[in-house]
C-alpha cells in the first residue's frame, strides 16, 4: 500500500507533465468562487478523476477540475471546487490536494470559502480576510503517524495565515477601494446549517465567521510550509444573526453576485505574493 507522499508526487508529476507552466502558487477556489479559473490565459484543466488518489467534489458548485494557467502574468494552479468532512472524506482526503500542491514545487496559497457572517459590522457579500481560526470540526489531517518528508510532528500555528500577505491585502484593496474586513474564522463540521445556539457560542468565543471548510486545508499548509493567505465572501448571515432560513442557492447567488470584485481582487495581490517567494 502506498503512502500519502508518494501518492502526493505521483498527482504532482501527472499535473505538471500536462502543462509547460511551474506555478508557486496555488488556488483554492470555493463554493461561488469557482469561475475565476475559468479566467486564466494559458490554461489547462484537469479534472480531478484523471488525478491519482485525487478526491471527488460532490458538492453544488464545485466543478471539480485542477486549472492550471496564468493570472495577471502569474503561473497558478487553481482548485475549482475543494472536497469537504461532510461529504464522507477524511481529513487527510481533503488535506491531500494540498500536500499535492507542496509537491508540484507551490510554495503559497490562496484559500477561499463561502462563509456565514456572525460579526454583525459583516454584511452579506462582504470579502473578509481570515487572521485566524478556531476548529471546532473534531479532526486535524495530522491524526495518525507523522510523515516527516512534509513537515514536523507538531507544526506551530501561530501565523497561519501570512500576515505580510494580509498587509498585501489590504494595500491593494485600498487602492481599487473594495472594503476587505478581517476576522476569525469558526470550523463546524456541516453539513447542516448551524443553529441559534451554536451561533451565539461562536460568537461569544471570537468568531467572526462560520463554515464548514479551510481549516484542514491550512493546517496541512502550514505542515508542509506553505504560506496562507485566505478570503471569505460573506454569502449569508449565520443562523439567528438575520430572522430568515438559510440555503446554499443564497450563497451561490451571493457568490455570483460578488464574483468581479473579488476576481479584481485576486488578480491585483498575487503579483504582490509571487516577489514574496
Not at 486535524?140 to 510523515?147: A, F, I, M, Y
Amino acid at each position: 500500500m502506498t503512502d500519502q507522499f508518494t501518492e502526493a508526487n505521483s498527482a504532482a508529476e501527472i499535473l505538471l507533465s500536462r502543462t509547460a507552466l511551474r506555478p508557486k502558487i496555488g488556488l483554492v477556489l470555493g463554493s461561488g468562487l469557482g469561475a475565476f479559473a475559468d479566467s486564466l490565459t494559458e490554461a489547462t484543466a484537469v479534472p480531478y478523476v484523471d488525478i491519482p488518489s485525487f478526491p471527488q467534489s460532490t458538492a453544488i458548485g464545485h466543478a471539480g477540475r485542477m486549472v492550471i494557467g496564468k493570472a495577471a502574468e502569474v503561473d497558478v494552479a487553481a482548485m475549482q471546487g475543494r472536497v469537504h468532512l461532510y461529504e464522507g472524506y477524511s481529513a487527510h482526503q481533503v488535506a491531500f490536494p494540498i500536500r499535492v500542491f507542496a509537491r508540484m514545487g507551490i510554495q503559497a496559497v490562496v484559500i477561499t470559502n463561502a462563509a456565514g457572517g456572525i460579526n454583525l459590522d459583516f454584511s452579506q457579500g462582504a470579502l473578509v480576510l481570515i487572521r485566524d481560526h478556531i476548529n471546532l470540526q473534531g479532526t486535524s489531517p495530522l491524526v495518525g503517524p507523522n510523515d516527516d518528508r512534509f513537515g514536523v510532528r507538531f507544526p506551530d500555528m501561530t501565523h497561519a495565515y501570512s500576515r505580510a500577505y494580509r498587509e498585501l491585502a489590504r494595500e491593494e484593496a485600498a487602492k481599487l477601494k473594495i472594503q476587505l474586513r478581517e476576522g476569525v474564522y469558526g470550523a463546524l463540521l456541516g453539513p447542516s446549517y448551524e443553529t441559534p445556539a451554536e451561533i451565539e457560542h461562536l460568537r461569544r468565543i471570537g468568531a467572526d465567521l462560520v463554515g464548514m471548510s479551510t481549516v484542514a486545508e491550512v493546517i496541512a499548509a502550514r505542515h508542509t510550509g506553505l504560506e496562507v493567505l485566505a478570503i471569505s465572501c460573506v454569502t449569508n448571515m449565520a443562523a439567528g444573526i438575520l430572522d430568515q432560513p438559510l440555503s446554499h442557492s443564497e450563497v451561490m447567488e451571493t457568490g455570483e453576485r460578488v464574483k468581479s470584485t473579488f476576481e479584481t481582487l485576486l488578480r491585483a495581490v498575487l503579483p504582490g505574493i509571487a516577489q514574496h517567494l
